[in-house]
């Protein structure tokens, strides 16, 4: 059954989506949607390249409560699949709430799309209404970018992002999973991020990102961190180290000499060259106590 058709709203997301996209599955253009038809919530299907991974269950009955009461005032967009059969291409959101609110059809454009313009409507349709965590656009950059052959600035121009913000997108996918789920559940900001990606030590990430949550630092504090964790710690000078060994072995030396003193009874002196050398002197006062010393040494 074909659906029912009211009249014209508009051409809904055609007009921020770009001309030059071809359906590469039936060879024609995209075709712009300037119907609302009513169609049954059961004939549609869900959008299997939908980038949003998680809906909160509490805004969703918000919503669907509100649809109870004024209706779907925005349309949801769908493609036709085959007769009386439908797939979403975006307004998952109004969908569910129209599920849960009990409405048997749905307001909706019918458009003609392939598997690329689904991805691509849906990416624009979700950034547009600000609804992605920075993990999910992230991971919805980088599917465009694979499946669709984008690079980084054919992708910007497509999200109106400019180069550099689509690659701080991207690189948030290489942070540790425990930063990437923190990110994705609003523990941490994209501000706060942007200097964890800055790192290329995981260890180092996560020392900063568990400073931010505990020490509940904002933008800039954890930009501050992150410049003095990366900064290089400086070699000590070979002269500094060689007085360290130096005064360590005064130490040593000192004591020895003490224990050996206290076994003769005379002064004792202990030096050591550079190169590792060194001798034991042990002092004496007359030819007897020369002989006492000696004593001692063969007893020894």
């Not at 030590?201 to 931010?212: K, M, R, T």
């Not at 505990?214 to 060689?242: F, G, I």
Request: no cysteine; proline share 5%.
């Amino acid at each position: 059954m074909e659906p029912k058709k009211k009249g014209g709203l508009g051409k809904g997301l055609s007009a921020i989506l770009s001309a030059d996209v071809r359906d590469a599955q039936i060879n024609e253009p995209l075709t712009p949607a300037n119907n609302i038809n009513l169609i049954r919530v059961n004939n549609i299907e869900t959008n299997p390249f939908q980038p949003r991974t998680e809906f909160e269950e509490t805004a969703l009955q918000e919503l669907a409560d509100s649809i109870k009461v004024h209706g779907i005032i925005q349309p949801i967009t769908v493609r036709k699949l085959s007769d009386g059969v439908y797939q979403l291409i975006s307004g998952e959101r109004r969908l569910r709430a129209s599920r849960i609110a009990g409405l048997e059809e749905v307001p909706a454009y019918i458009r003609t799309a392939n598997d690329e313009q689904m991805i691509e409507m849906a990416l624009i349709e979700n950034i547009q209404r600000q609804d992605l965590n920075p993990v999910e656009i992230a991971l919805t950059y980088k599917r465009m970018m694979e499946e669709l052959g984008l690079k980084q600035e054919e992708l910007g121009e497509k999200v109106g992002k400019n180069r550099s913000s689509i690659a701080n997108f991207v690189r948030l996918l290489k942070l540790p999973p425990e930063i990437q789920i923190g990110l994705r559940d609003g523990r941490i900001s994209m501000g706060h991020a942007k200097p964890l990606i800055t790192m290329d030590n995981p260890d180092l990430q996560l020392s900063l990102y568990h400073q931010i949550i505990d020490s509940e630092l904002n933008v800039r504090q954890a930009e501050q961190k992150a410049k003095e964790l990366l900064l290089p710690k400086t070699p000590k000078p070979l002269n500094e180290k060689k007085d360290e060994v130096q005064d360590k072995n005064k130490i040593y030396f000192k004591d020895l000499e003490d224990k050996l003193e206290y076994i003769f009874g005379n002064r004792v002196i202990i030096s050591q060259t550079d190169k590792g050398r060194g001798e034991v002197r042990i002092e004496f006062q007359s030819t007897d106590d020369l002989n006492r010393l000696l004593e001692l040494w063969n007893a020894i």
